[in-house]
């Protein structure tokens, strides 16, 4: 069975940082793209960044480049999003998502508010 | 930041036949697959179709899927009332490098 757990979410200041794993089982993390999805509260899904299976391409959304940085451990089974220079907009729920010829499985979410 | 179009609203009664279009561009729906997700509130969505048209194991035979050219649809015969949830397309953009998602479409059982 596929599971995607996401982690680290919580209560940050704008201007701070916060990272976010995912940890995979039930799949060969290896071989398979992963994504970073996010929703503000009452909102759409909005994509945030990927990263192909061995780590060493990525892309970024315009709204977060150059502050979030994804990464992955495949040793660990674990994907990572780190997250900097938080602004009030950033406010989400962020999902960890699987890509198998087109996305497919999604994690239960890491709500991220930044709030002073 | 939402590329792909969609309804904001569909309704129908049980037992009817409602649709959700999906409308994008040559770089994403129009060079690649469709998939379409179901969810409810405070939960993560779901995979409801698969490269336009294929079911996943364990989703009713009620949803079907359809593309063509630039848009897609997803179909629900038979509505019923615990298919009332949002709905949302995606597809990969190739000019974009990024998946995009459909504005999202709110289903209601009447």
């Known amino acids: 069975e596929v599971q995607l757990v996401e982690s680290g979410g919580g209560l940050v200041q704008p201007g701070g940082s916060l990272r976010l794993s995912c940890a995979a089982s039930?799949?060969?993390?290896?071989?398979?793209?992963m994504h970073w999805v996010r929703q503000a509260p009452g909102k759409g899904l909005v994509w945030v960044s990927y990263v192909n299976n061995d780590g060493s391409v990525t892309n970024y959304a315009d709204s977060v480049k150059g502050r979030f940085t994804i990464s992955r451990d495949n040793a660990k089974n674990t994907l990572y999003l780190e997250m900097n220079s938080l602004r009030g907009e950033d406010t989400a729920v962020y999902y960890c998502v699987r890509d198998s010829w087109g996305i497919d499985y999604w994690g239960q979410g890491a709500l991220v508010t930044v709030s002073s | 930041q939402s590329v792909l179009t969609q309804p904001p609203s569909v309704s129908g009664t049980p037992g009817q036949r409602v649709s959700i279009s999906c409308s994008g561009s040559s770089s994403n729906i129009g060079s690649g697959t469709v998939n379409w997700f179901q969810q409810f509130p405070g939960t993560a969505p779901k995979l409801v179709m698969s490269r336009n048209n294929q079911r996943p194991s364990g989703v009713p035979d009620r949803f079907s899927g359809s593309k063509s050219g630039t848009s897609a649809s997803l179909a629900i015969s038979g509505l019923q009332s615990e298919d009332e949830a949002d709905y949302y397309c995606?597809?990969?953009?190739?000019?974009?490098?990024?998946?995009?998602f459909g504005t999202g479409t709110k289903v209601t059982v009447l």
């Open positions: 995606a597809a990969w953009d190739d000019s974009l490098n990024a998946y995009v």
């Open positions: 039930g799949f060969t993390f290896i071989d398979k793209w």
